[in-house]
Structure formats: structure tokens, C-alpha cells
């Protein structure tokens, strides 16, 4: 029997039979490293940011604007203690009376006059004359405050500053002129100086509820006209 002679083929692998491909499975292999390499650096930052990326900072509550305003301390000053006018060492002339005013009675002095008498008589008859008419009831006289003792004060209202004068830093005197009753009330308040600003309409809203002890002539109480000054002053 003839031997056949057989020649056994062993598969070469890829590099044997194409050593041109073994550079790229090399380069490839580089490759896949590359990119395993960058996707474990992405992943390692990541990581790192994560804390940052999952927390977000709470909203801000909204700040309401709140203003400030400045306010200025006023202090009220209370006027000083009205002064009394002292008694007028002149007479003063008396101003003209109005119609529903009383009248007022100034004493005149009685002027004498000398009539020369020879020392002779003459008689006659007087014929009857009737008896004059009985002389109407006197009005109440007003006598003037320096004739007489001045009304001492029982109560007073102290008058107030109104907003405008003390905005204003307005200081001044009020002169009034009172009339003062036979029971002490004040009957009627006359103008003589003033001030703007509501303070002369303050001083004699005021002065109206003033109480007065009556004045008296010869035992009995009488109506008086009186002056008086109110001060107007800030502290």
C-alpha cells in the first residue's frame, strides 16, 4: 500500500496571513483606551459637580422697601403767665360809645361862677309850675380799671398755639380790652392790637371764659372796662 504523503495545513492567524492589519488592531486598541480614558475623566468631574448641580440655592424671599421718614420733635410751649396791666397814671380819653353799648358817666368838674349882688332884692309872684317829669332810670355805668381797683383774675384759660404760628415761629402779643359784668363774666372783647396765624382768635376764645372777681364803688359791685395783654412765646 502506498502511503500518502500529506502535507497538514495549520491556520495561520490574521498577522501571518495579513501582517499589513496588525498596526491598526494596535492603533485601535490605543483608541478604545483613549476613549475609556476621557469617558472616566467625564465621569470623575462629574462626580465632582454633582453636589453643586443637585442643590440650587433657595429663592430669595422678596424684601418688601420700607421707608424711613424722620420725624421732628415739637415741643408745645405754654404761653407765660398773662401780665397785668398796671394802673394808667394819665387819663385816658374814652372812646366813642356804640349803640348797644351803656352809657358811660365820666365825673365833669362843677364850674362855680361868682354872680356880683348889689344887696337889693326883688319880690314877686313865682306862678305854679308843675313838677318836672321823673328823670328815666340811670344806665349801668362803666368805670375805667384806673379809677378804681382792677378786677382780680378767679379762673383763667390759657390760650393755645395754633399748628400755623408755631410752623411759622410766630411770637407776639394780643392787646385786648375786656368789659367785665357786675358778676365778674366777661360781657364783651375788643380788638386793640392782633396777630395772623389764628392767635388773636385763640387769646380771646380764651379770655371769654375768664371769671373775675366784681369790681366795687362805694360797697357795691359795678362793670369795669380792662385791658389786657396776652403773650404769645415759644420755649
Known amino acids: 500500500m502506498r ?6 495545513v495549520q491556520p495561520a492567524g490574521a498577522a501571518g496571513l495579513y501582517p499589513w492589519l496588525a498596526p491598526d488592531r494596535e492603533h485601535r486598541r490605543l483608541l478604545q483606551a ?16 454633582w453636589p453643586q448641580l443637585t442643590t440650587r440655592p433657595a429663592p430669595e424671599a422678596g424684601v418688601d422697601n420700607i421707608h424711613v421718614l424722620k420725624l421732628q420733635e415739637i415741643h408745645f410751649a405754654e404761653p407765660k403767665p398773662l401780665e397785668e396791666v398796671p394802673k394808667p397814671r394819665k ?9 348797644n353799648e351803656p352809657e358811660i358817666i365820666e365825673r365833669q368838674p ?3 361862677i361868682d354872680i356880683p349882688w348889689d344887696g337889693q332884692a326883688v319880690l314877686g309872684v313865682i306862678d305854679e309850675v308843675p313838677p318836672p317829669p321823673a328823670p328815666p332810670a ?5 368805670v375805667d380799671v384806673g379809677e378804681i381797683e382792677a378786677p382780680r383774675v378767679l379762673g383763667r384759660v390759657e390760650p393755645a398755639y395754633t399748628r400755623a404760628a408755631i410752623v411759622a415761629r410766630l411770637e407776639g402779643a394780643v392787646i385786648l380790652e375786656l368789659v367785665i359784668g357786675e358778676d365778674g363774666t366777661v360781657e364783651s372783647v375788643r380788638v386793640l392790637r392782633s396777630l395772623p396765624l389764628g392767635l388773636t382768635e385763640r387769646a380771646v376764645a380764651a379770655v371769654r371764659r375768664w371769671r373775675f372777681e366784681p369790681s366795687t364803688l362805694d360797697g357795691r359791685p359795678i362793670k369795669v372796662r ?3 395783654t396776652v403773650h404769645f412765646q415759644l420755649r
Do not use: G
Open 226 to 228: 380792662y385791658r389786657l
Open 3 to 8: 502511503e500518502r504523503a500529506t502535507n497538514s
Open 91 to 99: 387819663k385816658v380819653q374814652m372812646p366813642a360809645l356804640r349803640p
Open 110 to 112: 362843677v364850674e362855680q
Open 138 to 142: 340811670p344806665a349801668p355805668r362803666i
Open 34 to 49: 483613549a476613549v475609556l480614558l476621557a469617558v472616566a475623566v467625564h465621569l470623575w468631574l462629574f462626580a465632582l459637580n
